[in-house]
């Protein structure tokens, strides 16, 4: 891009080229008269600091290559005065601007006065060929100025780029932040809140003098091993790190694990599947698994000792999955959705599914979700091709949707 400044190599090469341009002329043609190694001097220097002080060079050049310094036509110049116009020319175009400052604008306006002097004094001394008068003058400041509005252009589409670029990296960022934010308080917040309610179980039981099955220790034990092991993915995961060091992600094949970690924490719950359980995608095998996780906590940390059934219900068009207790009626406003329901609905919007929560005529809080992407539907499939299977605790007792 040219700009004004330092001189640079292009300079001194494009100098150097015009005086031996003039000076070729000068043996070959031998034109008349005895001044022209100083014109010649002074115009390759002007040509060399063009960029330095453009409205100069435009000046010079084009008085220099004015007619009125000449006798009657036909105008008795040397071509390289012309060729010192027409680079002066083309370097004002191109450098000075209209927009800007006060000053600029004034600079501008001079040199494009200059052009227009020096055509009208061509055309003036010279009737004979107007169209070279004004081509010689205005056709070099023209692409001048064109080629500096073109310039201007690349470079603010550029920077429309480049910002978007940046918009998109922001967007990427905060993206992962949510995910990373989602996977903390999704994994962690389960097991704090299962170390907790089980901490207090077992301080009750040593305040009333009672015996502490060893097993509840055992699981908080194991709670915080796994919030410890999830808070060092997240942070490996923040870091940067490569996925050597992270656990493998969690999905469905570990939601026994789970039903029996809210169990120990006091949860009666049953499990009903229904259908021919197909592969899901990693992400979406992740997400069923969290929106559980995380229906699960609910009732631990609002619903107290409640009765709580979990469906799987895999079909055709995806995964059906409810969460439902019997616990007491909501407070007001706890349905208003917290960080627990908004990482759920974000998880089945990522899949385009669906997803509803809210408290039931018949007591307590149900949570179902939909994820498209189940298997397709087999030939002479139908409802009794279906296969149910009840798990839970001995005496567990399901809770009617």
């Not at 169990?263 to 049953?270: D, F, H, I, K, Y």
């Not at 999955?321 to 089945?348: H, K």
């Not at 899949?351 to 179902?368: I, M, N, Q, S, Y």
């Not at 091709?385 to 009840?390: G, I, L, P, Q």
């Amino acid at each position: 891009m040219l700009r004004r400044g330092v001189l640079k190599p292009l300079d001194v090469a494009v100098a150097a080229g015009f005086a031996a341009f003039a000076l070729t002329e000068e043996f070959v043609v031998r034109m008349p008269g005895d001044w022209w190694p100083y014109a010649l001097t002074v115009f390759t220097a002007l040509v060399l600091l063009r960029r330095v002080i453009p409205l100069v060079a435009l000046a010079a050049s084009s008085v220099s290559a004015s007619a009125v310094l000449y006798d009657e036509p036909p105008i008795n110049y040397r071509l390289w005065q012309l060729v010192a116009m027409i680079i002066a020319s083309y370097t004002a175009g191109r450098l000075l601007r209209w927009g800007g400052a006060r000053r600029d604008l004034v600079r501008a306006a001079v040199s494009a006065g200059l052009v227009l002097v020096t055509a009208l004094v061509y055309w003036a001394y010279d009737r004979t060929d107007p169209m070279a008068a004004f081509f010689f003058s205005f056709a070099p400041y023209a692409l001048g100025v064109a080629m500096a509005l073109q310039t201007e252009r690349l470079a603010e589409t550029a920077a429309v780029r480049a910002s978007i670029r940046e918009q998109q990296a922001r967007e990427a960022i905060m993206e992962e932040r949510v995910r990373i934010a989602r996977e903390l308080h999704d994994m962690v917040a389960h097991s704090v809140t299962v170390m907790t309610i089980q901490a207090g179980v077992v301080r009750r039981r040593l305040e009333g003098g009672l015996p502490v099955d060893p097993q509840l220790l055992r699981t908080v034990e194991s709670s915080g091993r796994d919030a410890v092991g999830e808070l060092r993915r997240t942070l490996g995961l923040l870091r940067g790190e490569g996925t050597d060091t992270a656990q493998a992600p969690v999905g469905l094949e570990r939601l026994d694990e789970l039903i029996a970690q809210v169990r120990e924490a006091g949860l009666t719950v049953s499990v009903r599947r229904t259908g021919e359980p197909a592969p899901l995608p990693p992400a979406a095998d992740l997400s069923a698994y969290r929106i559980v996780q995380e229906a699960l906590t609910n009732v631990l940390k609002h619903a107290g000792p409640a009765r709580v059934e979990v469906t799987l219900d895999h079909r055709a068009d995806g995964l059906h999955l409810a969460v439902v207790n019997d616990g007491p009626p909501a407070a007001p406003g706890a349905t208003a959705g917290g960080q627990g329901l908004i990482g759920m609905r974000e998880r089945v919007t990522l899949f385009g599914g669906e997803l509803t929560a809210g408290p039931r005529k018949e007591g307590g809080f149900a949570v179902r979700a939909h994820l498209p992407g189940g298997r397709p539907p087999a030939a002479g499939s139908g409802d009794a091709a279906a296969v149910t299977r009840v798990t839970g605790e001995a005496g567990a007792t399901g809770v009617p949707s």
